[in-house]
């Protein structure tokens, strides 16, 4: 999407010890001003409150399970094979003797990939998962 329009200055009011922070932390993640800080902040805040209303969309699950606990490899790879999302990708790691990190790629109707998320994430053996949501839609 090519935007035309010239950007808008705006002033916000901000808290003396909450912009020190946040200057802080801009520093550490590396942005150079904090106008870029605050328009990916923006943008985030838009893709992650329209993500239900659109359509298709793309995701990455990262899971971090216990290989070792009876049933779970297997378990894992039947509900991917189910969903209604399709896995595009898939990367396994082992991390050590007991762990394993798994990051999918996906697509499809957001509420699909989430519950194919929550259903993955809350099986027995896996410590730790993580959804993020995206769509080629309007990321200005
Ligand atoms: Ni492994």
């Known amino acids: 999407m090519v935007n035309l329009k010239e950007a808008e200055r705006i002033g916000v009011s ?7 922070r946040f200057d802080e932390k801009i520093k550490e993640k590396m942005y150079t001003n904090r106008s870029e800080a605050i328009r990916d902040l923006i943008r985030n805040f838009l893709i992650e409150n329209d993500i239900e209303k659109k359509g298709e969309v793309i995701g990455s699950l990262t899971l971090i399970y216990k290989h070792e606990v009876e049933g779970v490899s297997k378990k894992l790879v039947r509900l991917q094979h189910r969903a209604k999302s399709e896995v595009i990708s898939s990367m396994h790691m082992h991390l050590d003797e007991d ?8 697509k499809g109707e957001a509420n699909d990939i989430k519950k194919m998320s929550d259903k993955l994430t809350s099986s027995r053996g896996v410590k730790h998962g993580k959804l993020f949501l995206s769509s080629t839609d309007n990321v200005f």
Do not use: K, Q, T, Y
Request: glycine fraction near 0%.
């Open 99 to 106: 762990l394993c990190m798994e990051v999918l790629a996906i």
């Open 14 to 20: 901000i808290d003396p010890d909450l912009l020190e």
